[in-house]
């Protein structure tokens, strides 16, 4: 079983020392993963003891069982001219390339299913119902999911915004954020910065936090009340987003379904503005029939 999935086991439970030295190890993974269990412990700042015991709960034999995974695992962590490199050489066909991608994607959605707590899915529904206003970081590749939670949590008549850097300030647009408000960040190894700041800026004013992450010791998770735990590991140069996806899908579902009679409502009203405001086309009859009615203005 993948290390974030042990962590994320509720029965697992960690002293504060074992919690710091798994955060170090997340944190310095390519170093990590070469260190004896006696200088991981002076790096991490607890007794080599502590590294032993940490294995042992994680249910290795040893340091040496725990190090021999984290080693396999080094791919969730390289470079992407690293990872393309890698994947030319294993790649003889389109075919291969098609299926491949494909059946690594199954694998990714599947063990999301497995790594998730319903108990931690429902409180993450349960915030986005509660909160005033819910504010969604995702940068780089994660934008495509965040962008997309935030958007239809406005369908769905949530103030919510999409944290965008060049669009404004992030600052500004964070300002006045309290503890009636909630920040979601989204971010895979390798993490981005501005996002693990904007979790922690969260925190300190008090707001509620939320993580969609590869594990609970994940940096986004050092400040989050709950994390998401997702898999995304993709044998190419990019990050595989498809299991983020399904998940912001089942939350918004979820949510939707919380209470049906507001949710049609809000769904009505959007669906009156998008037909006045012509924002999609008439099915294709219309158009072949010449039903659609142009505005003097279209002519």
Known sequence: MPISALLADSRIQLTEAQKRAAQYIMDHY??????????????????????????????FDGYPKLQQTLRAKLQDRLT?????????????????????IMQEDIRNLSETLRDISLETFRQAVTDMKNARRIYVVGLRGAHAPALVLA?????????????????????????????????????????????????????????????????????????????????????SFIESFTAAMSLVNALLTELSVQNPEETMTALKDRELLWQKKEIYVLPYADYKNGRKKRKPSDR
Request: aromatic share 6%.
């Open 80 to 100: 992407t001219v690293t990872r393309l490199e890698q994947t030319v050489k294993n790649v003889r066909t389109d075919g291969d390339i098609l299926t491949k």
């Open 151 to 235: 958007l239809y949590l406005r369908f769905l008549g949530k103030q919510a915004s999409p944290v965008i850097p060049g669009y404004g300030d992030v600052w500004n647009t964070l300002h006045g954020l309290c503890a009636d408000d909630l920040a979601i960040g989204i971010s895979f190894p390798r993490y981005t910065k501005l996002t693990i700041d904007v979790l922690e800026y969260a925190k300190e004013n008090g707001a509620r936090v939320g993580a969609i992450t590869d594990s609970l010791v994940s940096p986004l998770a050092r400040n989050a009340d709950w994390v998401l735990p997702v898999h995304s590991r993709l044998d």
């Open 30 to 59: 390519e170093e990590s993963i070469f260190l004896t269990a006696s200088k991981l412990a002076k790096k991490a700042g607890v007794s080599e003891a502590t590294i032993v015991r940490l294995a042992q709960v994680l249910g």
